[in-house]
């Protein structure tokens, strides 16, 4: 079976404390109960959580969707995007089945990341590293006016920028990718084709400006 390999890179720094960390756990309990009910991609979504933070860490290895149990997220200390790319890249190379002779590998992976700050570490190196791997696609939420976009537009042309990191923001912004998600995985198993392409997934909710 080729799995749909999709990993969540999610800030924890202190700054999300309160309201933001809250949204982000009850988001991604919504998007693994909504993906549970889809036939698609309970089939081939396996997810991984990477936590960054004054560290990074894979707090989830990639899980099919009846066996995942979301873990609780804390918001400490600063932001290490670079090591997050850098770990995810790694990551893509030891979970991610490669196509031989012998059999296809898995889809390229999907890629979302969402933070409300700047990275704290020289994290141009991550980048450099996390751009050898091959994905389908990589989506960069900036959540509230902490977050630079001209950070995030250097990972991925696509970006997406919240006005405000708050409950119901967060909460549209992982609907969105639940419904990304659910596009995907449904493409894979009926077209047998990969989406690289923003215009391809769902259109995002209006609390979603995307980024030009």
Known sequence: ????????????????????????????????????????????????????????????????????????????????????????????????????TEQKGDWKPLVFIMTDGVPTDDWLPGLAEFKKQKVAFTVACAAGSGADTAVLKQITDNVVSLDTADSASIGKFFQWVTASIGVTSTKVEDAGKEISLLKELPPPPSELNIVV
């Open 1 to 100: 079976m080729r799995r749909l390999p999709v990993y969540l890179l999610l800030d924890t720094s202190g700054s999300m404390s309160g309201e933001p960390i809250e949204a982000v756990k009850n988001g991604v309990q919504l998007m693994i109960s909504s993906l549970r009910q889809n036939p698609q991609a309970i089939e081939t979504a396996f997810l991984s959580v990477i936590t960054f933070d004054s560290v990074a860490q894979q707090i989830i290895p990639l899980t099919d969707l009846a066996s995942f149990q979301m873990v609780d997220l804390k918001a400490t200390g600063v932001t290490a995007l670079g090591e997050a790319l850098r770990l995810v890249s790694n990551r893509i190379e030891n979970e991610v089945a490669k196509t031989t």
